[in-house]
């Protein structure tokens, strides 16, 4: 039951619609926060740190435009022989998760309206650490669902033979990602090589290579700064932090781009040719084997 200045309140139509649009389906579920929740500190224990129970009091003060109320959810309302109240339970005793159903929507509506330690409520006392937060189950299954239809959309595109792309597209694509001398692998090869890669980034991997494979344009720039490097028209110097010409034996290579220290070189390039019509049009040119003369060059030929 709900008390509102120690008077029973009941839920209104509109409280019960604020719940709903919430919660699409039940059972709900009350966990720990992040916040108490740490990586075990023993390297014998792969199981995270966190507390055996917390508990907390179900009485809160509510602040409104007119003041304040203080609100209370219990089960029972004991009134002794003088008068004297007795509440039950006073305190919610929670030990790692906790599920709530329908049943429960006077202390859901209580938890998310006034509770001052539940992470994301309404009332939260942001100088209290949480003490709880409520785990939307159906939100989370369906975030999964949708990442492992990203995963097997990803996994269908680079290895199906029936729907997946063709093995030139994925050849790109795989150069598109840097990776190093596509031409030599076999087919085989080039899909565990590039599952590997777009696999690794764990929260934009999947995004950044529906990215990749729909744009044209990017596929073929970074595909063609790859192929230049793997015919050892350009490098990167990791000792200069530069990209650099490969000039004929006895010539010093010729600068291109310095890359910062923070920056990804392959990004950077591809930010460079984006950005340099110059190196662009001199990059297409050595790419169709037109040979690349810098201005130190074009003086000795003269």
């Known amino acids: 039951m709900l008390f509102k200045n120690d008077e029973p309140y009941t839920l209104t139509a509109a409280d019960h619609k604020s719940i709903a649009e919430k919660f699409k389906k039940y059972p709900i579920r009350l966990i720990y926060p992040e916040s108490r929740v740490k990586k075990s500190t023993s390297p014998h224990n792969r199981l995270p740190d966190k507390p055996n129970s917390i508990s907390f009091p179900l009485t809160a003060v509510r602040r409104t435009k007119n003041g304040s109320e203080n609100w209370r959810y219990a089960e029972h309302k004991i009134v002794g022989e003088k008068g004297q109240i007795t509440w039950t339970?006073?305190?919610?005793?929670?030990?790692?998760?906790?599920?709530?159903?329908?049943?429960?929507?006077?202390?859901?509506?209580?938890?998310?309206?006034?509770?001052?330690?539940?992470?994301?409520?309404?009332?939260?006392?942001?100088?209290?650490?949480?003490?709880?937060?409520?785990?939307?189950?159906?939100?989370?299954?369906?975030?999964?669902?949708?990442?492992?239809?990203?995963?097997?959309?990803?996994?269908?595109?680079?290895?199906?033979?029936?729907?997946?792309?063709?093995?030139?597209?994925?050849?790109?694509?795989?150069?598109?990602?840097?990776?190093q001398d596509v031409d030599d692998m076999t087919f085989a090869q080039v899909k565990i090589a590039l599952e590997k890669v777009v696999m690794r980034d764990k929260e934009n991997g999947i995004k950044n290579f529906l990215e990749i494979t729909n744009s044209e344009q990017v596929l073929n720039i970074k595909a063609n700064i790859q192929t230049a490097i793997d015919k050892g028209i350009i490098k990167f110097s990791i000792k200069k932090r530069s990209w650099e010409w490969v000039s004929e034996s006895g010539r010093k290579n010729e600068p291109i781009a310095q890359v910062s220290p923070t920056v990804d070189e392959n990004e950077a390039l591809y930010n460079y040719f984006l950005g340099n019509q110059k190196f662009a049009q001199m990059l297409s040119s050595s790419l169709k084997g037109d040979k690349i003369f810098s201005a130190k060059e074009e003086e000795d030929e003269e």
């Open 89 to 179: 339970p006073t305190k919610f005793m929670l030990r790692g998760s906790h599920d709530l159903y329908e049943s429960d929507r006077e202390l859901i509506w209580w938890l998310i309206n006034c509770c001052p330690v539940l992470e994301g409520g309404e009332n939260q006392d942001k100088e209290k650490e949480a003490c709880c937060v409520i785990e939307d189950l159906r939100t989370k299954a369906e975030l999964i669902a949708e990442k492992e239809e990203e995963n097997a959309t990803v996994k269908a595109l680079i290895f199906s033979s029936k729907v997946g792309l063709g093995e030139d597209k994925l050849r790109s694509i795989a150069k598109a990602y840097f990776i």
